[in-house]
């Protein structure tokens, strides 16, 4: 099966990834990410994980309960 980058459109051949690729007729694909765009997508996760990690406070007990609350700003 051939896979297909899902952002650039890279084909996977072997342990390479081609811009151009000539498909057989009926040929069977699936899509994923290359290594390449993997990197940028998995960097913008991250960013975006921290960003959001950072708008969290922690309010002080009630004195009710012992646990902490957090609450998105």
């Known amino acids: 099966m051939t896979k297909i ?3 650039c459109q890279r084909v996977e051949n072997g342990s390479h990834w081609k811009e151009e690729y000539e498909f057989a007729e009926n040929e069977r694909v ?3 990410y ?3 765009c993997f990197d ?6 991250m960013e975006s994980r921290d960003d959001l990690a950072s708008d ?8 009710q309960d012992s646990s902490q609350q957090a609450l998105c700003a």
Do not use: Y
């Not at 940028?40 to 996760?45: D, Q, R, S, Y």
């Not at 969290?56 to 004195?63: N, Q």
């Open 5 to 7: 980058c899902c952002v």
């Open 30 to 32: 699936t899509h994923g």
């Open 34 to 36: 290359c290594p390449l």
């Open 40 to 45: 940028v997508i998995m960097a913008e996760l």
């Open 56 to 63: 969290v406070r922690v309010l002080p007990s009630s004195g």
